[in-house]
């Protein structure tokens, strides 16, 4: 039940985020995320406003992916919600700074990357679930 601490987390994502999604979005022509530059160093830097989502689209459909947070902070985003009283999980108040499934998802410590909660058992610079594969870098 616990193997993606041995053979990581694909498979598990794959099932419960990566296939559902897919199914969501067959047919579509543009997708909407929350993706933000400063959320992943490793494999977010360069996420752009717009971009040709090469995970879920293809050549004969292709699939636009909107980024419309991507150079915020989080500063930011926690300032937008306070002032305009956005709803928002209340594990964040917990310390789940970025939040996944349950075991993958831990809360961070002062002073610790927000993505340093997800996954920690793998590489820093290879965390996402699949939604976002195109962001890592061969």
Known sequence: MFSFYRDGHKECCGIRKVEPLTRALAGRRAWVTGQRRDQS???RSAVPVIQLDRTFGSADRPLV???PLSDWSSKQVWAYIREHDVPYNALHDRGFVSIGCEPCTRPVNPGQHEREGRWWWEEETKK???LHASNVKA
Do not use: D, I, S
């Open 41 to 43: 160093p490793g494999t």
């Open 65 to 67: 992916k909107f980024n």
């Open 128 to 130: 996402e679930c699949g």
